[in-house]
C-alpha cells in the first residue's frame, strides 16, 4: 500500500498565496483520481479540490476560481496551489484518493490564514 505525504503550509495573511504538495510513494496513484481535502476541529474533513487521472477538476464552491489542482504523473505529486486565501481557509490540509481510502490518510499540513 502507498503512502501520501503533505507539505508545504504555513502562516500567510489574508489575500496571500501559498502552494501546498502531496507526494506520492507509489506509481498506482496515478490512475487515481485524486484529492485535497481539508479540517479544522470540531468538523468534518471536507473535500475542496479533485483531479482526476486524466485532470479533469472538481472544486468546491467556497474555494472555486481561487484554487487550483494539478498534478505531475511522471513525479506522482498532487499540487494545490491557493490564492486569495481568507482566514476561513485555516485547517489542515490532506490529499487522498477520492473517494478517499482510510488507510492513506497522511499527517496533513496545516495552512494558516491570519494577520
Known amino acids: 500500500q502507498g503512502q501520501l505525504v503533505e507539505s508545504g503550509g504555513g502562516l500567510v495573511q489574508p489575500g496571500g498565496s501559498l502552494s501546498v504538495s502531496c507526494a506520492a510513494s507509489g506509481s498506482i496513484f496515478r490512475i487515481f483520481a485524486m484529492g485535497w481535502y481539508r479540517q479544522t476541529p470540531g468538523k468534518v474533513r471536507e473535500l475542496v479540490a479533485t483531479?482526476?487521472?486524466?485532470?479533469?477538476?472538481i472544486y468546491a464552491d467556497s474555494v472555486k476560481g481561487r484554487f487550483t489542482i494539478s498534478r505531475d504523473n511522471a513525479k506522482n505529486i498532487v499540487y494545490l496551489q491557493m490564492n486569495s486565501l481568507k482566514p476561513e481557509d485555516t485547517a489542515r490540509y490532506y490529499c487522498?484518493?477520492?473517494?478517499?481510502?482510510?488507510?492513506?490518510w497522511g499527517q496533513g499540513t496545516q495552512v494558516t490564514v491570519s494577520s
Open positions: 487522498n484518493k477520492v473517494p478517499w481510502q482510510r488507510g492513506y
Open positions: 483531479i482526476t487521472s486524466g485532470g479533469t477538476t
